[in-house]
Nanobody, 128 residues
Framework: QLQLVESGGGLVQPGGSLRLSCTAS????????IVWFRQAPGKEREGVSC????????YYAGSVEGRFTISRDNAKNTVYLQMNSLKPEDTAVYYC?????????????????????WGKGTLVTVSS
């Protein structure tokens, strides 16, 4: 049973940086695609970035492309989301999820279908 825990959230000024971590236990993360979602108060949850398992294919939402970088360290069973040039509109609870479908090996998608495992989220607040 895969379990995911997010960490690294906090309060940061606009233009600042944070690195979020998604650490897995219970199973090896190497074959799973990992997707970062976020949800701001009163808004729908949206995909932010994802990285596939074996092929390490990455994808970014247009709103974060060029500012965020997703990576993984399978030896540490961890996926990271480096967030630079943060904006107030990045304020949200950030969740990581693992894709339990076979596509996870080579592709990643930013929708909730197939996301069998979720963390509880970590809050990122970008404010002056």
């Amino acid at each position: 049973q895969l379990q995911l825990v997010e960490s690294g959230g906090g309060l940061v000024q606009p233009g600042g940086s944070l690195r979020l971590s998604c650490t897995a236990s219970g199973d090896s993360l190497g074959y799973y695609a990992i997707v970062w979602f976020r949800q701001a108060p009163g808004k729908e949850r949206e995909g932010v970035s994802c990285i596939s398992g074996v092929t390490r294919t990455t994808y970014y939402a247009g709103s974060v492309e060029g500012r965020f970088t997703i990576s993984r360290d399978n030896a540490k069973n961890t996926v990271y989301l480096q967030m630079n040039s943060l904006k107030p509109e990045d304020t949200a609870v950030y969740y990581c999820a693992a894709d339990g479908t076979v596509r996870s090996m080579s592709v990643c998608v930013m929708n909730e279908y197939g996301m069998h495992y979720w963390g509880k989220g970590t809050l990122v607040t970008v404010s002056s």
